[in-house]
């Protein structure tokens, strides 16, 4: 299950190629070359311990451990469920990994490589395992449960309980998701409004094609999944599912043919009539946001505005917006409805993302942004490192102008109290889901609720004496009103609807609020005097996160967020012309405590047993993931490729192995990773091969050529996260050098021999030597990525390695390089992108640095710059070429251009004069430049390089060259 449209949790394989790929190629070179990446920081040491109980071995740690008895008894009572629902035993218990937060959730290591925001939970076919945070409400985290179990019982039922066929074997995602939501039941009125949206709009793909991705996927095999149970039945779904089983490769349309003795095609027409019937008649008597209210403008379109608030003078609406390319905070007029200013513009290290949901989360309660009495300011949450903080944004002067730390988890919602100094929240502490008070004077917290049920998005009145916020006690959320005088609660009204993001108007009379009471999330308003409830929006798909604008004299006007033809807009609507009907409410009693609120429980009560829990010991690597590989490297060769991924259970302990063939040339590496505190450290061993472009005089003529290159050696090193942006990395080993040494021709004396042009004479001499090294590092990486690449922010490298010479005195070898890199984001699809690289290998041997070709330096031949000093900077222009190019064989996509200058140099030191600069007669001297331009087109997986470089000397062009090239751009 998952509230966010990106969630790619739950996939049959979690698969780490990306990673795996450059740790094997990193750890050949040791730290050197580990290059760039943000930290994924192990903030917490889990003490893990694990309870059998019936069905499940469950992983907890003792933060978790009060929630032990709840979570057992949604496990035990989704397990029960679920095998009578598909008929099914499975033979051994369940490993369950559970998390006191998702912020804790977000540190696990089964999914070794950064976890989005908007994953709730995943299942892995490897060791069956289900990880998920428990920090939700009770029925949101059965039906979380329920979910990933499902995912198990696919496993099981689908692949046999067999990793290699889970492996080899890929089905649909809306298959895979689709049917966990069917059985888990999970599906909101928040979710569906993504496949009405996509019905209505005729935006529906094949059921064969496999083209439904993404968080769509979900809600379009929910469908697939009820349309398959209300024309064959239940029974229906277990023919198709094991139909599926039995399949070769795993066709969807083979098993379509045989569960239903129908034709793909038929099936696929089927359903569309089948989900038009459902929604397109509602649309006539519904309406799109649009219907019911103005849509605000940006330019350009295709962006997506969500958690509007209101000025307190009602001139302007606060907004978070995609407008400029990065989610923002915006202010938009409201008499306009057009954007007059973009309040965060550019990348900040401050914090990594702000807390927006639809944006860089799945829909929560309330809105995400709150403005300050006086309107100078706006308060937000943001992701920092471990949890969330607090942000005051400047209204008046742009930019963020303090971040309040504090101890509550996963805090959403703030609201500002009319007096000024305090903002109220929803936030979990210590397993507990409460509305919170901070004051902004002392920073002290006051738990406002301190209830044992989930309370969110709180909303102050005018008069700073009550508040109002939503409660879910059992299956849905309720509306509640706080007195904050005497801590009285007032429960608004009760019924069996879903209600949320409630706010008080400008006279405090009534509460505007979200309600799925109509199938779908629309605005109502409820006067809390009277009971009287009036609805003003009636959208198939959904408006939510109503905000009041309030001005002296004039009535009440909303804004809300909109959900159509697949993206979220802000609208604004008058409240005088309700729709339909005035209802009347019973308010019920003054108040009701929370203990005579019906409460959810569990079909199955587990008492927890002391003797099924023991402490976790011990550990053992399993096969996790095994792959092959056949492609092109970065020096344009030919390789073959196998690797296999162990793991320990938690994923805090990790065995790469890899076996390549380059041409001529065969390499392997083994690294053993540790990942289970924050300071990582790992072992590798290597034997790693190249080559680069060499001189040798021979005969009285001068040969360009391959030398090779091999280093073969074992490094421990150890690598200690500072913050999310930066890290520090020391190693040390012993290696075996074998190259062929890039010398210079010497006398008796060691003089340098020179030939008739009074040039020294090249040569290369074989060369063996072994020794110990240490290695050091200092990274940085604050980019941000695009659909293109590197959008913005910045990566540096700076490194350093030492080797003494064991048979003489002194350093064998020694290097000190930098490798820095910036962006400079231009407009949304443009950037403008810088390199700097510099290297000094200094000893009595000292290891050669080699470059050019590839986006290095162009124009020039690959690795045919040598030297123990080398430097290149470039300066590039990317921008959008091409978005679709259609030939009758394919279809491309994102086709990219460039324009380019390169500058570079590379010498011997001591050796070889080298100036940068002839003033004389201003020009490069031994320095060279390339400009040109270039294009990239992404096949098949693969960034496909089209450079057409002109040698340069800043003064007068030389020859021309292209060059054709596969991989990723610096």
Known sequence: ????????????????????????????????????????????????????????????????????QKVASLAESAYDQLSLDLDYQIQEPTPLIIYNTHSDFLQNNVMVNFIPEGVAAFATSARFRMVLPIDLPDIELYELILHELTHIFQYHILFGGSLGRAMTNSPPQWLMEGMASYFAEDESASDRMYLRDAVVNDRLPPITSGQAGGFFAYRYGHAAFDFMEERW????????????????????????????????????????????????????????????????RTRPQGSQETSPVASPSGDLVAAFSTFQGDVDIVLFDTQEREPVRNLTRGYTADFRHYVAQMLTLGRKHGSDLAFSPDGNSLAAFVRKEAGYSLAIVNVLGGGVRRVIDMEIEQQTAPAWSPDGGSIAFGGNQNGQYDIFQLDLGTLEIRNLTNDAVFDGSPSYSHDGNWLVFSSIPG???????????????????????????????????????????????????????????????????????????????SDDRLVYTGFWQGRFDLYETDVDEPIGEVQVVDLGETSEPIPAID????????????????DKRGWRLFLEDAQTAVGVDDNQTFLGQVYLQFSDFLGDRRLFTTFASIESFSMFNVTYLNLSRRLQWQVSLFDDRAFYIGYDYNYGY??????????????FSISYPMSFYRRFELGAGYMRRKLDYQAYARDSD?????????????????????????????????????????????????????????????????????????????????????RLFGSVR????????????????????FRDMVGDHGFFTNLELRFPLIDFFVTPIWTFQGIQGRFFVDIAGAYFDGIQDFNVWDSENSRL?????????????????????????????LKESGDSRTTFWIGQRF
Not at 40 to 57: G, L
Not at 603 to 612: F, G, K, R, Y
Not at 789 to 794: D, I, K, L, T
């Open 475 to 553: 299956e849905t959320a309720q509306l509640f009103r706080l007195n904050l005088g005497t801590m009285e609660r007032v429960r608004l009204g009760s019924d069996e609807h879903h209600n949320t993001d409630p706010v008080f108007s400008s006279d405090d009379r009534t509460v505007y609020f979200t309600s799925d009471r109509t199938g779908a999330e629309n605005i109502f308003g409820l006067n809390i005097e009277t009971g009287e409830l009036r609805q003003f929006t009636n959208a198939i798909t959904g408006c939510f996160q109503p905000t009041v604008l309030g001005r002296a004299g």
């Open 842 to 861: 200094q000893g009595n041997f000292p290891s050669p640095v080699y470059f050019g070709g590839l986006d290095t330096v162009r124009g020039v031949d």
């Open 599 to 614: 409460l959810f429980e569990p079909d199955i009560q587990v008492s927890i047993d002391e003797s099924n829990k023991e």
């Open 925 to 953: 001297d031994d320095a060279i430049a390339a400009y040109g331009f270039g294009i990239t087109v992404r096949m098949l997986g693969l960034d496909l390089h089209w450079d057409f470089a002109t040698q340069w000397d």
């Open 702 to 715: 001068y040969e360009r050529g391959r030398s090779f290159f091999q280093q073969t050696g074992a490094i």
């Open 750 to 834: 060691f003089n340098l021999l020179l030939d008739d042009f009074g040039r020294p004479i090249p040569t290369i001499t074989p060369r063996e030597d072994d020794y110990p090294v240490i290695q050091a590092a200092l990274v940085g990486d604050t980019t941000v990525f695009g659909p293109a690449g590197p959008s913005s922010g910045h990566r540096y490298r700076l490194s350093a390695e030492y080797a003494p010479d064991l048979e003489t005195s002194g350093a064998l070898t020694q290097t000190f390089q930098l490798d820095a890199r910036k962006y400079f984001p231009l407009t949304r699809r443009s950037v403008f992108a810088t």
């Open 233 to 296: 039945g239940a029974d229906g779904v277990i023919d198709f599912l094991f139909e599926f089983r039995n399949t070769i490769g795993s066709r969807v349309g083979r098993a379509i043919e045989r569960a239903f003795r129908m034709d793909p095609e038929d099936f696929d027409l089927e359903f569309r009539r089948w989900l038009r019937n459902r929604y397109l008649p509602e649309l006539v008597a519904t309406g799109e946001p649009s219907d019911f209210g103005r849509p605000f």
């Open 1 to 68: 299950m998952s509230s966010a449209p990106s969630r790619p949790a739950g996939t049959p394989a979690i698969r780490f190629t990306a990673l795996v790929c450059a740790l094997l190629v990193c750890a050949a070179a040791g730290l050197e070359a580990q290059g760039f990446g943000k930290n994924k920081i192990r903030y917490e040491d889990f003490d893990w311990r694990i309870y059998h109980s019936t069905h499940f071995d469950i992983y907890y740690y003792s933060e978790s451990e009060p929630q032990l």
